[in-house]
């Protein structure tokens, strides 16, 4: 079976800090926290498609309190090598993207979290106990299509944690090309 993120319980990978006993091969958890009409849902459904693609047992849940634009909403991704489907006991790797929401899920975060978030919102982070990975993503975006930027700043989470989690290109480019 492919490996998304492996733990030899060295503690060599950002997840490995929070499973520092054993080997951990395909069982985390992903949340991207997003606001409702931002194109969100495409962006997730890549990257679940995508580790499907690979072989990886994966499920995927939205959380939205409303359909109203704008408002929150939560992507919830577990992999699990047992094909679990419920949302899992934590949160292994942070997407931080909407800045509504963005202190009470920083806050919920246990320590050794991996935390990607959008560089252009200009909110706190003061956690130095997760593992804090910036992008610029609204200005790469806006540098590619100001029309288009606040949907295209998504895809830039897809390709940091694709990269993160050694997903193939190859795989990405057939899930967006659906």
């Not at 978030?117 to 910036?134: A, S």
């Not at 540098?143 to 897809?158: D, E, F, H, K, T």
Request: glycine fraction near 10%; proline fraction near 4%.
């Amino acid at each position: 079976m492919p490996s998304l993120c492996e733990d030899t319980g060295g503690g060599n990978s950002a997840l490995g800090t929070k499973r520092a006993m054993g080997r951990t091969v395909n069982d985390f958890v992903i949340n991207v926290a997003t606001a409702n009409g931002t194109g969100s849902q495409s962006s997730n459904l890549i990257l679940m498609h995508s580790m499907f693609e690979m072989g990886v047992p994966v499920s995927g849940k939205n959380l939205f309190p409303s359909n109203i634009s704008g408002l929150p909403t939560w992507f919830i991704i577990r992999a699990n090598d047992e094909g679990y489907q419920a949302p899992g006991d934590g949160v292994d790797i942070q997407v931080l993207m909407n800045k509504d929401t963005w202190i009470a899920d920083l806050e919920k975060l246990e320590a050794g979290t991996v935390v990607v978030y959008n560089e252009d919102v200009k909110l706190p982070l003061e956690r130095d106990d997760c593992f804090l990975l910036g992008m610029p993503m609204t200005k790469m975006a806006r540098g590619i299509s100001p029309r288009l930027a606040r949907l295209m700043a998504n895809m830039y989470y897809v390709g940091a944690l694709a990269h993160l989690l050694e997903i193939e290109d190859s795989v990405i480019q057939k899930a967006v090309e659906g």
